[in-house]
C-alpha cells in the first residue's frame, strides 16, 4: 500500500488502458435497482421490482455499447449521458467533464469515426454506434508517435483535458493525415485548455505526422 | 547548512539539466486518460452526495423542511446545518469558514448552505435538493463595490468576520522569512462593509516637492475566474485495517490534503489513506472545496462510501478581484518618479476568500523604483461578487499600475518608456543602489532588438491596411518561492537512486525538475533515477509552480550530493575489502579498480564511478556498493531576492512586449507579435518553462480581450457562470509568443536559477498597447463593443 502505479511509459500506459478496456463488463456484473440499491436476478425481475416499487419512475433499459472493439450489454437509467455510463458502468475515465455543457470538449470521444462529446449524448443513443474514446487509441500502435510527441512537447500541464485534445486529434488526423498547423488550430479550436498548452498541440501534432509519414514510407 | 556546490552553483556544463522534449513522468498517463483526478474514483456500493446552493446572493436559511426529499425513494439522508454531526469535525487548516462546518448563511450566489443531501445517484440528489422547502430570509448584498462605500448600507458580515480587519503583524517563519505582509497597526477598524489599510514609507512631502508635475491616472483591474479545469469531487470510505489500531479513512480527490483531511478528522496521520495524484490545475490553489473535505463525515453516517462532486458552475470561483487603482505619482521633467501614491478600491470577495491580492502590497512594482517614497492606501469593501481563491500563476498583483504609470509619463514626455523604466529602476542591492541592473538592461536590450524597437507616441501610427499600431512594454521580476522548508530524501538501493515523492501532479513538472537536478548531481541520465510516486513520502511538489521549483530544488541538489558524498564513502570502503561475505560464508572478492583510493578521490559520470586521475579505472554506479545508502536533508533555501526584498534588490528581471493592430471601424484587436524575454537565472526543465510562459500569456490574453465576470446587479447572480457564457481563448485566439530566454546565473536557487512562474501575467501590457495605438484607454476585455464605445463611436 503506498505507491501509486502511474503509466510513466507509454507502454505501462498502453498496458494500463487496455487493462481498463479488458475490465470492462460484456453483461452487467449484477442487476441493482438504482432507485433503492436492490439487486434483482433477472432483468425481467428489475421490471416486476419497478411495477411494484416505482411504479412512477422510468425503468432502465438493456443496451448493448460498442466501446473500443468490445460490445458490452449493459441495463442503464435512460437519462444518463454517456460520459456517466462509461464511467461508472464500463470504469473508463478517459472522457473527462469540466464544463458540464459540450463547450470544452474534455469529454470527446468518437462515434462513427466524428467527434462527439459525451456529457451531452444520452449512452440510450449510442446503441448499436461505435464509440472510440482515448483508452482505445492508447493500445493501437499506428498513434503511439501522437502520443509520443504529446510527452515529448509537453502538449499538456495538469492533464485533464489533455485526452479530449488527443481524441481531437485522432479524428482531424483520420479525416486528413496531413495538417497544417492552421487546421489544426481549427480542429481543435472546440477543446478548451486552461493551462494554456494551445501551441504545443500543433508542434505535437505536426511532429506526429512527420514521424507517421516516415513510418508509412518505409 | 550544507553548501556543497554553492548556492548558485559552479557547474558550468549541464547534461540533464535545461534540456528540452524529456516526456514528463506522467505525461503519458495524462495522455492515455488513464491518471486518476478526484472526480474519476468511483468505488462499488457508492453513495452520491450534493450540498444544497444559495439561488441568492446574500440570504440566511432559516428553517428546512426535508420530509418531502426523504420521501422520495433512493434519497438515503438528509443533512442539516444544525445536526450533531458537524461537532465530529475540527477545522480544516486550510479552510478560512469561521461559522460552522456547513453555514446557514451565504455570502454569495452558489455558496453551499444549509443541507446536504445523500441519494443513490446523482439525479436523484438533484430531485431532493428540489424537494427541500427551504425558508430563506434574503439579506442586503453588494456586488457593486463602489456602492458599498455607502456607510449608511448594512453591514452585510457579522463581527465573527471582523478579524480580517484587525491588524497583525507579518508572520514570519522561524527562519526569519516574511511570508506576507497583511495588515498595519495605524489603520482605522472596519466601519460598516468597509475596511482600511495604508502602507506608507518614505517622506511624501518631500516626494511631491521634487516632482515638477503630477501624474494621476485609473487603472481598473476586473476580477477574472474559472481557473479550475477539473469538477473539484472526493469520494470517500471507511475501513477497518487490521494493521492500524482504530479505523482508516480512504479519501481520494481532496489531493495533497491528506494531513488536513486527518487534521478536520481528528486522525492520525497514518490512518488517512490517499493514493491519488492528480489534482488538476490548482496552481497556488491552496484550499479544499466543500465537497473534496465532507465526503468522509457523510460516509460514516450512512456507512456506505460516499461521493460529491461539484459541477462546472459550482467551481466558478474568482483568481483576481476587482480593483479600481487611482495613483497620483510626482515626476521631474525627466521622468524620474519622485512620489507615488496609490489609492486603491478593492473587492474583498465573500468571506473565506484569501486576502492574498487584496493585502499583499509588497508584491508590486514600486519597491523597484529609486523613489522611496510611496504610499499605498486601500479601501477595502466586503461584498458577495464569490470567492477568491488564490491562484498565483494567474495573479498580476500590483504590477500594471506602474507599467501604465511609466507609459504615461513616456507620453507626456515624449520619450522612449523602456527609458522611462531605465532611469526609474534602482540598482541590483538596494533602492539606494545607481548602478543598472545587469539581468534588466539585458532583457531590455534583447527585447529591443527582437522588437525591432521603434517607440511611436499614441495615435501616431496606422499600417499599411489602414489599422491603428499600438506597441507596449512592461518588466518585472523573476520570481522564487523561498518562504517554506524543504525536504528531501533520497536512497541509493540496489545499485539505483530512488526519489520517493508524494507529488501532487498539478502541471508544473517539479518531480521532472527535481530528477533532473539529482540526475544532474550524480552524473546520472533523466531515467536512471527511479522516481517513487508514494503518498506517505516527506518531499511534496508543493513548492509554488517553477519558481518553488527552483527554490525547492536547491535542497534537492544537496541532498542529491549528500548522498553522492556517501556514495562515494561506500565504493571506497567497499573497494578495500578483500572477500565477499554471504552471511558466514567468505569468497575472495577480485580486486577493485578503485583499490587504494579515498572517496575524495572519486567522482561519478556517465554510471560510473571512476578515479578522477585517471577515468579509465571505474566501477558502474549499479554496482559501486552494496550498502543501502540515505540522504534525508530538510532545509529553508537561500533567501531570495523576490521571496524575501519584493523588489528592493534586483536579481533575476524579465520584459514583455506586445504590438497590437486595431480596427478603429469595426473595434477588433489583433496582437500582431508579442514576445517575453527572461532571465530565469538558470532554466531547469526548457519544455514546461516555456508553455507556463504561454500559460501566462493564455491568461493575460484572455482576462484583456475577452473575458468578464458579469453579475447582476439587481439580484446580485451571476450571469455568466459556465464556459458558453465566459469565453476563455481557443486555440484561434492566443498569439504565438516569441520567447527569448537568458541565463545570467544571477538568482540564489540551484544554479542561479530563479524561475518564471506568474510574473509574466499582467492585466494591462495589451491593453496599454490599445492605448498606444488609438490614444483611448478601454476597460479590459477590450471587446470589439467597448472598443468602439472607447473611441466614441457607439
Known sequence: MGKTQIGISLKSASEQAAAAIAAMPEQPKSIRCPICDIRCLTYSALTDHYAANHPDCVIPTTITLHVNGKACSLIIEPHLTLKQVLQYHLGLIGAKEMCDRGACGSCTVIIDGKPALSCNILAAECEGKIIETVEGIAVIPKWKPLIDAYCKWDAMQCGYCTPGFLVAAKVLLDRNPHPTEKEINEALSGNICICGTYPRHAQAILEAVKIMAEGSDS | MPDYTGANGLRESFRVVGKPNIPGLTSYAMATGIAKFGSDFTVPDMLFA?????????????????????????????????????????????????????????????????????????????????????????????????????????????????????????????????????????????????????????????????????????????????????????????????????????????????????????????????????????????????????????????????????????????????????????????????????????????????????????????????????????????????????????????????????????????????????????????????????SFEACLNEGKKLMNWNWHPAGTKRLPDGRLHGASFRYQMCPRHAFLKYFCKLEYRDGVVHFPTQGPIAGWFGTECFTMIIAEELGLMFDDIAVDYDYRAEHTDEAGGSDGVTGHGWVVKECANMLKKKILEAAAREAQETVIRFGPMEMPKPESPLKSYKAEDLDIMDGKVFVKSDPSKFVLFSQATTETITADFGSYSPKSAWATQFGRKLDTMNTSWCEVAVDDETGEVEILKYLVVADPGKVIRLTSFESQIDQVVFFSQGCQLLEEYILDPETGVKLNGNMLDYRKPTTLDVPIVDKEILELRSGDGAYGASGIAHNLANSHLIITAIHNATGVWVDPPATPDRMLKALGKC
Not at chain 2, 490517499?274 to 457523510?298: H, N, S, V
Open chain 2, 50 to 438: 450534493k450540498i444544497l446552493r444559495s439561488p441568492f446572493a446574500h440570504a440566511k436559511v432559516l428553517a428546512i423542511d426535508a420530509s418531502k426529499a426523504l420521501a422520495i425513494p433512493g434519497v438515503v439522508d438528509v443533512v442539516k446545518w444544525d445536526d450533531p454531526i458537524f461537532g465530529d469535525i475540527t477545522q480544516n487548516p486550510f479552510s478560512t469558514s469561521k461559522t460552522g462546518y456547513l453555514p446557514n448563511e451565504a455570502h454569495k450566489e452558489g455558496a453551499e448552505v444549509g443541507a446536504v443531501v445523500i441519494a443513490e445517484s446523482e439525479a436523484l440528489c438533484d430531485e431532493a435538493l428540489c424537494a427541500l422547502h427551504v425558508q430563506w430570509e434574503e439579506l442586503p448584498f453588494i456586488v457593486d463595490i463602489k456602492k458599498g462605500l455607502d456607510p449608511d448600507f448594512p453591514a452585510i458580515r457579522g463581527p465573527e468576520w471582523d478579524e480580517s480587519h484587525t491588524y497583525n503583524p507579518p508572520p514570519k517563519t522561524t527562519e526569519g522569512h516574511t511570508w506576507m505582509a497583511t495588515h498595519y497597526p495605524e489603520d482605522p477598524r472596519k466601519k460598516g462593509n468597509v475596511g482600511w489599510s495604508t502602507k506608507a514609507e518614505g517622506d511624501m512631502a518631500s516626494g511631491w516637492k521634487q516632482a515638477d508635475f503630477i501624474l494621476e491616472y485609473e487603472v481598473n483591474v476586473h476580477d477574472v475566474v474559472s481557473l479550475l479545469p477539473n469538477p473539484q469531487a472526493s469520494v470517500a470510505w471507511w475501513t477497518d485495517d487490521m494493521y492500524r489500531p482504530g479505523k482508516t479513512l480512504r479519501i481520494e480527490g481532496a489531493v495533497q490534503r491528506r494531513g488536513a483531511i486527518a487534521t478536520m478528522y481528528k486522525m492520525p496521520d497514518e490512518n488517512v489513506i490517499q493514493e491519488g495524484l492528480f489534482q488538476g490545475g490548482k496552481y497556488c490553489d491552496w484550499g479544499l472545496r466543500m465537497a473534496q473535505e465532507i465526503t468522509p463525515l457523510l460516509s460514516k453516517r450512512v456507512n456506505r462510501p460516499v461521493r460529491c462532486c461539484n459541477t462546472r458552475e459550482e467551481n466558478f470561483d474568482m483568481c483576481v478581484n476587482e480593483r479600481f487603482a487611482h495613483i497620483k505619482l510626482g515626476v521631474t521633467n525627466e521622468g524620474l518618479i519622485t512620489a507615488v501614491d496609490d489609492s486603491s478600491l478593492l473587492d474583498h470577495g465573500a468571506p473565506g476568500s484569501s486576502e492574498m491580492t487584496v493585502y499583499d502590497r509588497d508584491w508590486t512594482g514600486y519597491y523597484t523604483l529609486k523613489c522611496e517614497n510611496i504610499t499605498q492606501r486601500y479601501t477595502v469593501v466586503d461584498s458577495n461578487r464569490g470567492f477568491m481563491h488564490t491562484c498565483g500563476q494567474f495573479v498580476p498583483y500590483s504590477w500594471d499600475m506602474l507599467t501604465v504609470g511609466i507609459y504615461l509619463i513616456a507620453e507626456k514626455l515624449g520619450k522612449d518608456p523602456t527609458e522611462i523604466a531605465r532611469l526609474n529602476l534602482h540598482g541590483p542591492d538596494s533602492q539606494k543602489d545607481t548602478r543598472p541592473v545587469p
